[in-house]
């Protein structure tokens, strides 16, 4: 069927009409009928999601309803008598994790977020340039950061007092590193404590064992998977490559997204004070060089440089800012 196309003046309309359906829902002064819904995985035009009652439906988008991903909270319009409904709009977002796209556009892959735990490990090697970009994009989005190190198992001698990989710097700037291994089932109940009814997303390389910690996190995952692999075909399976990203329930409340592995994570979409302002560690020098469009390199009285020099910014991390904006 061809796609119905629209002119401004009906965009502005059903742009319209959703903001009043929306406020009407939030005061509950809405149609009978709608319910609240979580998103806990989506495909082009359709989301799988899950309502107050822990029923999951397919809920198909209607259309120009925007971007809906895992987290979103959604108004749906159940379908009588099928699990099919139909996702009339999106709830307002408490926060959002985007993604740059080229051309310095960006695009929504999480939303509703508490916790972005970065999964590193031994093998593959932990790339820190890549942890201090997803560091930046938290940062920017008001999400708590925490660093993940899994598959400790593979350490020859391994102790939390001094751990590998430059990892105390980070903790030195007040980040919360945890230490697991998915495969030996060590450091989880950590873990499930700090996502007690927090939402959180899994994020990093291909191979950490995202997906390994979260089946370990979800006990009946497998159940999880199967009723919306029911609803859903292509949902992705624990021991391959994820290709999706996917919702899961904890037993003691929260939630865990579960995100297909990167390569890179590129900032274009963030400028270059906004990614100054995600180093933490910069922010009380941001301002204070002798030149206000300082790029913090060769400059005279750089106040970054300067920090470097007298040991309080570490220069790795420096060099990190410039490989982003310089990207
Ligand atoms: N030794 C060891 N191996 C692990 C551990 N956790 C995961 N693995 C192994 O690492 C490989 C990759 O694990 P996944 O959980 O699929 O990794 P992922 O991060 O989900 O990867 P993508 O979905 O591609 O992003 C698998 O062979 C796991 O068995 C661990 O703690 N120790
Ligand atoms: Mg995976
Ligand atoms: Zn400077």
């Known amino acids: 069927m061809a796609k119905r196309r629209l002119n401004d003046q009906q965009k502005n309309r059903i742009e319209k009409n959703r903001r009043e359906l929306v406020q009407a829902f939030l005061e509950g002064t809405a149609r009978p009928g709608l319910e609240q819904a979580l998103v806990i995985s989506q495909q082009p035009r ?15 988008l209607r259309q120009h309803v925007g971007p809906v991903v895992c987290g ?6 159940p379908g009588k008598g099928t699990d099919t409904a139909s996702l009339l709009a999106v709830l307002p977002r408490r926060t959002q994790l985007d993604k740059s796209l080229s051309g310095g556009n960006s695009k929504l892959f ?14 593959p090697e932990p790339r820190l340039e890549l942890l201090d970009r997803y ?8 999400i708590t950061p925490m660093i993940v190190l899994n598959k400790i198992d593979l350490l020859q001698a391994f102790s939390t007092d001094s751990p590998p990989y430059q990892l105390q710097d980070y903790q030195a700037l007040g980040y919360q590193v945890h230490f697991t291994s998915a495969k030996q089932c060590a450091g989880l109940p950590t873990l499930t404590s700090c996502l007690a009814s927090k939402t959180g997303i899994f994020a990093g390389q291909s191979g950490v064992g995202k997906s390994s910690l979260t089946l370990r996190l979800i006990p009946d995952l497998d159940e999880q998977r199967r009723i919306q692999t029911n609803a859903l075909s292509s949902a992705s399976h624990g ?15 929260g939630h865990i997204i579960d995100s297909p592995g990167v390569r890179d994570i590129g900032l274009e979409h963030l400028d270059t004070r906004q990614v100054a302002q995600g ?3 910069f922010r009380p020098y941001l301002g204070r060089c002798r030149f206000a469009d300082c790029r913090h390199r060769q400059e005279p009285g750089c106040a970054l440089q300067q920090a470097v020099e007298q040991g309080k910014i570490a220069a790795r991390r420096l060099a990190s800012y410039h490989k982003i904006i310089a990207a």
């Open 135 to 142: 560091l930046v994009i938290a940062e920017h989005a008001g």
């Open 46 to 60: 359709i989301a799988i999601v899950k309502d107050r009652q822990q029923r999951i439906h397919k809920a198909l």
């Open 239 to 253: 021991r391959h490559t994820t290709s999706m990203s996917v919702l899961y329930t904890l037993s003691h409340g």
């Open 110 to 123: 999480a939303a509703n977020i508490d916790l972005l735990l970065i999964v590193l490990a031994c093998e």
């Open 279 to 281: 180093f933490v560690e």
């Open 72 to 77: 979103d909270q959604v108004i749906i319009e």
